[in-house]
Nanobody, 114 residues
């Protein structure tokens, strides 16, 4: 399984960004795809994840601001990030969990700064 993420960048506080991550390889019919982030000096944390039947989980810190969605036909997950704050600055990692295994994409940097 390979994961290819895109969409990071620099944005001002209050702005928006959309991350995308496409999975390829042996993808099972049921899985979770999601986004984690890691800020400097901090542990990696879950941002949001979504199952193939669109069950979602969000970190409390992003509820109401971020929306995760997916296109099962394309094995792609999206993270729409609105009302971004400086504390959202981190490297964002795409993940896929299936059959008790975690797969990770390369990180994409999100920087929220004026």
């Amino acid at each position: 399984v390979q994961l290819q993420a895109s969409g990071g960048g620099l944005v001002q506080p209050g702005g928006s960004l959309r991350l995308s991550c496409a999975a390829s390889g042996s993808i099972l019919s049921f899985n979770f795809m999601g986004w984690y982030r890691q800020a400097p000096g901090k542990q990696r944390e879950l941002v949001a994840r979504i199952s193939t039947i669109s069950s979602t989980n969000y970190a409390d810190s992003v509820k109401g601001r971020f929306t995760i969605s997916r296109d099962n036909a394309k094995n792609t997950v999206y993270l729409q990030m609105n009302s971004l704050k400086p504390e959202d600055t981190a490297v964002y990692y795409c993940s896929l969990y299936q059959a008790r295994k975690d797969y990770w994409g390369q990180g994409t940097q999100v920087t929220v700064s004026s």
